[in-house]
């Protein structure tokens, strides 16, 4: 079951979205902001995020910057209703898997998100850095030994 951690200040939306994929199959969790969003990476793998790129504080950019950066085996899509060509190249350059324009339709981000869970399936490199990352390299070899 694929991991998604959805991130929107609009918690109505996040509620719709949660609902329709955890009823698709999906594990769903919301961050209203960045800086929660920030805290369940840390806490936990996600196979995917959905980010709204414009909130209050800090933006999906910031958070794409972090995902890119040390949460590689982690998809990113963007969700926006700005649909500004150039903030779509800038997600497209800074490594997001996508970017759907609001309102869409639950089909094609459930469409979206299937292509990006088969394509970018967890490998064992990745979750062993992620069980270093969290245990210390001496743990983490026994721990996965």
């Given at each position: 079951?694929?991991?998604?951690?959805?991130v929107?200040d609009d918690?109505?939306?996040?509620?719709?979205?949660?609902?329709?994929?955890?009823?698709?199959?999906?594990?769903?969790?919301?961050?209203?902001?960045?800086?929660?969003?920030?805290?369940?990476?840390?806490?936990?793998i996600?196979?995917?995020?959905i980010?709204?790129?414009?909130?209050?504080?800090?933006?999906?950019?910031?958070?794409?910057?972090?995902?890119?950066?040390?949460?590689t085996?982690?998809?990113?899509?963007f969700?926006?209703?700005?649909?500004?060509?150039?903030?779509?190249?800038?997600?497209?350059?800074?490594?997001?898997?996508g970017?759907?324009?609001?309102p869409?339709?639950l089909?094609?981000?459930?469409?979206?998100?299937s292509?990006?869970?088969?394509?970018?399936s967890?490998?064992?490199?990745f979750?062993?850095?992620?069980?270093?990352?969290?245990?210390?390299?001496?743990?983490?070899?026994?721990?996965?030994?």
């Amino acid at each position: 079951m694929p991991n998604i951690l959805i991130v929107d200040d609009d918690n109505c939306l996040a509620f719709i979205l949660s609902e329709y994929l955890e009823a698709a199959g999906h594990g769903c969790t919301h961050a209203e902001n960045v800086k929660e969003a920030r805290r369940y990476l840390g806490q936990q793998i996600f196979d995917l995020v959905i980010s709204d790129v414009n909130m209050p504080g800090e933006s999906g950019f910031d958070l794409l910057r972090d995902v890119a950066s040390y949460h590689t085996g982690t998809a990113f899509l963007f969700m926006s209703a700005t649909d500004d060509i150039r903030n779509i190249r800038r997600a497209i350059q800074m490594g997001a898997n996508g970017y759907l324009v609001k309102p869409f339709r639950l089909t094609d981000l459930h469409a979206k998100i299937s292509t990006l869970v088969k394509s970018s399936s967890r490998r064992p490199a990745f979750l062993f850095d992620r069980v270093t990352e969290k245990l210390g390299a001496a743990r983490a070899v026994n721990y996965c030994s």
